[in-house]
């Protein structure tokens, strides 16, 4: 009983913890993050401690649409990887991204009990209030990116709007449960959230964010015009807050250079190397390479770093072929289903479909899935079917 008690404290300092991936060593000439051993530290306490044969074959007869899905996924990736011969990248990203956190998943489910499945996601709640303190530190001592925007200990604005985002779902959701004295919590470090994800400047996050609570809103009770409307209105402040940036200045005026154009460049060239790879891929890590080598079909990339092809339906294409995309698509429905037929608590159901809608939506100008934390927190959603 202690050591499963112990391990349930190591899955919530893991969740806690999603952001150490980017403490990054070598082993015996193999990268590897702290965030990979926290994971693998639990799984293999499960296994000694608690692994459950029973529950296992249980569960892979109730989800057996999901997993015949996860392995269509699996399917693409690694024919992609054999086509494109990219073995230590591409079966690094496979180990990372999704065998990982798929065992994370089934952990979760062995150990964490139906009244406690909550604290999974306050756990993730509390690692973005956070992370929020620490990049707002960063701002009061300036370290800013070149266009003021702030990006914390992340490697780009964007990437830490995203890991910020899905908070807000979790606030919404468990603030509606909470006593007096966590309301005030709530309430204090969804402002500290907040302004992180203010100073992110990522348009694309906010607007995502708006979208999926307005229907959040509309699901939960078709009297929330109210509160709907005060959404809007906040959103309409920051905008125009962003009146005189430059960022929003390009992308209002259509500026050759401004993100939007960056990406339906990044697409365009996505889109050129679909057709001659449009069944199995280029294999997963091998955008950034792809990408150059198709420079000669476009005028000069305004980008030239970019590992990733800014949409999560495209990345999931390139990276595992058509079966990787159609298997993706198919975990999404049958998510979905799932969780549409499933009895567990509104509010936690709320959340799923907040922090599900959000990966949807905003995945189709970013790639919210193809990095060790997003890809977790992704896994996590599936605890509630």
Same mark, same amino acid.
């Given at each position: $009983? ?11 300092l ?6 150490t ?11 590897t993050?702290?965030?990979?051993? =926290? ?9 000694l ?13 109730? #989800? ?39 065992l #994370? ?10 009244d ?24 009061? =001592? ?6 003021m925007?702030?990006e ?18 979790i ?27 203010y ?8 607007i ?36 005189e ?23 365009h060239?996505?889109e ?9 891929g ?31 339906? =495209? ?40 922090? $599900? ?29």
């Amino acid at each position: $009983m202690k050591k499963l008690f112990n391990l349930e404290n190591l899955i919530y300092l893991t969740i806690l913890a999603l952001p150490t991936y980017l403490l990054r060593f070598n082993i015996v000439g193999f990268p590897t993050n702290v965030l990979d051993w =926290l994971i693998f530290a639990c799984v293999v306490i499960w296994i000694l401690a608690s692994y459950k044969k029973n529950d296992l074959q249980r569960d892979i007869l109730k #989800f057996k649409p999901i997993i015949m899905a996860i392995g269509v996924i699996f399917i693409g990736l690694v024919a992609s990887i054999l086509v494109a011969k990219n073995y230590t990248m591409g079966l690094g990203i496979i180990k990372s991204w999704f065998v990982l956190p798929i065992l #994370f998943l089934v952990v979760i489910r062995s150990v964490i009990m139906e009244d406690k499945l909550k604290n999974v996601f306050f756990a993730y709640y509390l690692s973005a209030f956070v992370v929020a303190l620490i990049s707002l530190g960063f701002f009061i =001592l300036g370290l800013k990116t070149y266009d003021m925007r702030l990006e914390g200990f992340f490697n780009s604005p964007n990437y830490l709007a995203m890991y910020l985002a899905p908070a807000f779902f979790i606030g919404y959701g468990l603030f509606a449960e909470a006593s007096s004295k966590r309301k005030i919590f709530f309430g204090l470090s969804g402002s500290a959230i907040f302004l992180a994800l203010y100073l992110t400047c990522s348009y694309s996050s906010w607007i995502a964010v708006v979208a999926v609570f307005l229907f959040l809103l509309a699901v939960k009770s078709r009297k929330n015009m109210k509160r709907g409307s005060a959404v809007l209105f906040l959103f309409a402040i920051l905008l125009l807050s962003q009146v005189e940036k430059n960022k929003f200045a390009d992308l209002i005026s259509g500026n050759g250079r401004s993100s939007i154009s960056s990406r339906v460049m990044i697409w365009h060239s996505a889109e050129k190397i679909l057709e001659s790879n449009w069944f199995l891929g280029i294999g997963a890590g091998n955008f950034q390479k792809e990408y150059l080598a198709y420079q000669k079909y476009f005028p000069p990339y305004l980008e030239w770093a970019v590992p990733h092809p800014h949409n999560v339906y =495209l990345a999931f294409w390139l990276y595992g072929g058509i079966f990787g995309l159609l298997g993706f698509l198919s975990l999404v429905y049958f998510w979905f289903y799932c969780l549409s037929k499933s009895q567990k608590n509104p509010n936690l159901k709320l959340i799923g479909l907040g922090i $599900m809608g959000y990966i949807l939506v905003h995945g189709l100008v970013d790639t919210t899935y193809f990095k060790n934390d997003l890809a977790v927190i992704f896994w996590l959603l599936f605890a509630l079917l």
